[in-house]
């Protein structure tokens, strides 16, 4: 579901006082966007309550069922155990895959040329960009937390696990927006946006180990898992929120990958990024 259309807020860069890092100014910069970013959230806080459907439905549905009937092995999991972290990337992919759209929108407001002419660097600037949609992602972690809870599944909540799973919702949440924006900054349209993005989500879903473990994929398909970076999100999630849950690389490599590939991303769309001035 594409982001609800709120009002575009000033966006109001620092100004350089020729003093300082160039680090320090760079960061200034890149708070100013997430900020930026959190205002529009907060113009359209029902769009978190209607996110909250699909996890639930996955969870209380699909979940109990799928946990009672044994039909998917899970080793010394429950179903449900094995399906709360793959529903958490899930929503993390499903909220930051149509991110896209809001630029798409804001080139059409002329939003774009605003941030265009500023004198933030461009890589900086997508940077922040797909950083925010975190927030997003955020806020799906609590919705199904607190449904992992209600229907009784063990989670970790030591402070190295907790801090783990936001570092990898920030890494997942910049990966698949980075990639939302790459989009848009080549189709440009709504229209186009939204088949491309619907088109995608499915297969970098059930091309995952988010609801069955790769053992038991045809051998075609587990290749094609290995090179989703869902099922890196996926791995690492599993490992840090499930107690005793094993995974297919440590939780470090899993988020190395994650990083490496978002910040190629990143790279590519501060390229690409100017078009959607054009």
Do not use: C
């Amino acid at each position: 579901m594409p982001p609800s259309a709120v009002s575009e807020p000033v966006v109001r860069f620092p100004a350089d006082p020729g003093v300082g890092s160039a680090i320090r100014g760079a960061f200034g910069q890149l708070t100013t966007v997430v900020a930026y970013e959190a205002r529009k959230l907060a113009h359209d806080p029902t769009e978190l309550l209607l996110r909250a459907v699909q996890p639930a439905l996955w969870l209380v549905v699909f979940g109990s069922v799928f946990t009672k009937v044994h039909a998917i092995p899970t080793g010394s999991l429950t179903y449900l155990q094995f399906l709360t972290p793959g529903i958490l990337a899930q929503s993390v992919l499903f909220v930051a895959i149509f991110y896209g759209i809001a630029t798409i929108r804001e080139r059409e407001l002329g939003i774009v040329t605003k941030f265009l002419v500023s004198p933030t660097p461009r890589v900086v600037l997508v940077g922040g960009r797909t950083l925010s949609a975190s927030l997003r992602g955020f806020s799906q972690a609590v919705i199904v937390f607190l449904l992992a809870l209600a229907l009784g599944v063990t989670l970790d909540w030591s402070v190295v696990t907790v801090v783990g799973v936001f570092l990898a919702i920030i890494l997942g949440s910049a990966l698949f927006a980075a990639l939302s924006m790459i989009i848009a900054s080549l189709v440009k349209t709504q229209e186009r946006f939204l088949g491309i993005g619907q088109l995608m989500t499915m297969p970098l879903f059930f091309a995952s180990n988010a609801i069955y473990p790769i053992s038991i994929m045809p051998a075609w398909l587990r290749a094609v898992t290995y090179v989703n970076p869902l099922t890196y999100l996926v791995d690492a999630l599993r490992q840090l929120m499930i107690p005793g849950a094993g995974g297919m690389f440590p939780a470090g490599v899993d988020l190395g990958v994650l990083a490496a590939v978002a910040l190629m991303l990143i790279w590519v769309e501060s390229r690409l990024y100017p078009r959607m001035a054009q």
